[in-house]
């Protein structure tokens, strides 16, 4: 274990020396942009041979990771091959990868699928940005419905990582409520009641699930109470509410009814 922390100790201060060194020079004696490139890249292939000691250590690999992609990343640059947009793409995707690796490698290394998968949507979104492809009103929805899908990803994945549904929940629904305002779905009173309703429902499928937990009725309830409450005010609420109140009082005499036969 000594052994294999004094690696990954060497690994990444080389990292840190090369970035330091390659900066020094440039500062002292202007060195030429593919220069600078070709140090991190040497830089790079020097810390790669760490890995090839250890080949378990996966650690190993991130160092020279980050320099030969950026190497790659600059040499792009410098040659007018990619812009502004396209960069940033590349670069958050680059970063999202080693995540996704070591979710891919081994499954229990669950965490490493949030970081991972944000920062490759992100980049995706960037790039759709630029062409053009995802309308501006959308990327409230795409923004907070990719950051919640990971998390819903875990809990699926092993149903004890439970609380992973909260923020799953919490982003989803507030991207669905963001979404139906930009598209004028949602408005006036109609906002607060889908807020309490929202925060309400989670504490009702508590009850539902376990009814010994009764005390989720309480702040349930209440929610619910108010959010009904809101949704009277609503241009919808005035017609579903005397709706409601029909069907139920035609099910009320027709159980009556039925109770008399």
């Known amino acids: ?16 020396i090369v970035f330091g060194v390659d900066a020094l020079l440039d500062s002292f004696f202007g060195l030429d942009e593919m220069v600078e490139v070709g140090l991190i890249a040497l830089g790079g292939l020097v810390t790669l041979t760490f ?5 378990k250590d996966w650690v190993l690999l991130i160092p020279p990771y980050i320099l030969l992609a950026t190497a790659g990343i600059a040499v792009l640059v410098i040659n007018n091959m990619m812009q502004d947009g ?14 996704l690796a070591v979710f891919m490698l081994n499954r229990e290394n669950w965490w ?14 960037v790039f759709l940005l630029e062409q053009n492809f995802l309308p501006g009103d959308l990327v409230p929805l795409y923004v907070l419905s990719s950051i919640g899908l990971p998390f819903l990803v875990v809990y699926l994945m092993n149903r004890q990582n439970w609380w992973a549904l909260i923020p799953a929940y919490a982003l989803l629904n507030i991207a669905t409520m963001v979404t139906l305002i930009v598209f004028d779905l949602l408005d006036g009173f109609a906002i607060p009641a889908y807020i309490m309703f929202s925060v309400a429902i989670p504490f009702l499928v508590v009850f539902l699930i376990n009814r010994s937990q009764r005390w989720a009725l309480i702040p349930g309830g209440i929610l619910a109470f108010l959010g009904f409450g809101f949704f009277i005010g ?3 609420g005035k017609y579903v509410i005397p709706a409601v109140l029909v069907v139920a009082g035609a099910w009320l005499l027709y159980q009556s009814f039925v109770k008399k036969e």
């Open 1 to 16: 274990m000594e052994t294999r922390t004094n690696k990954r100790n060497l690994a990444w201060g080389m990292l840190l």
């Open 234 to 236: 609503t241009d919808l």
């Open 112 to 125: 490493a699928l949030i970081p991972g998968w944000v920062l490759l949507t992100i980049g995706v979104m």
């Open 51 to 55: 890995f090839f000691t250890d080949r």
């Open 86 to 99: 396209t960069i940033a793409t590349v670069v958050l995707v680059l970063i999202a990868i080693p995540f």
